[in-house]
């Protein structure tokens, strides 16, 4: 089981940045970042391989956010640039079920870390 802490969440100005980390401890794994927003669904916003080599997103975040790990410290970064008030949420970092799997989807998820909340003021 893998065991994830997510920490960088708070509250900026739209247009402003912030930087999500999410320390993972057990076996490495393609690794993502999802957002819930008031509501029952959990979005996928991005995701990256267990290597680094591959990395996916949410269409509405393509150019302003950015996924990437350090796997010498077993951290994933969610670098949020150019917010929006439509990206407030909970974040929440995500390991993938299989090694060499992609977070996706939430059924592609194995563990969930407690989430990190992101305001986004206009």
């Known amino acids: 089981q893998v065991q994830l802490v997510e920490s960088g969440g708070g509250l900026v100005q739209a247009g402003g940045s912030l930087r999500l980390s999410c320390a993972a401890s057990?076996?490495?794994?393609?690794m993502g970042w999802f957002r819930q927003a008031p509501g029952p669904e959990r979005e996928f916003v991005a995701a990256?391989?267990?290597?680094?080599?591959?990395?996916y997103y949410k269409d509405s975040v393509k150019g302003r956010f950015t996924i990437s790990r350090d796997n010498a410290k077993n951290t994933v970064y969610l670098q949020m640039n150019n917010v929006k008030p439509d990206d407030t949420a909970v974040y929440y970092c995500?390991?993938?079920?299989?090694?060499?799997?992609?977070?996706?989807?939430?059924?592609?998820?194995?563990?969930w870390g407690q989430g990190t909340q992101v305001t986004v003021s206009s």
């Open positions: 995500a390991a993938s079920k299989q090694r060499l799997g992609l977070p996706t989807a939430p059924t592609l998820v194995g563990s």
């Open positions: 057990g076996r490495r794994s393609g």
């Open positions: 990256i391989s267990w290597n680094g080599g591959s990395t």
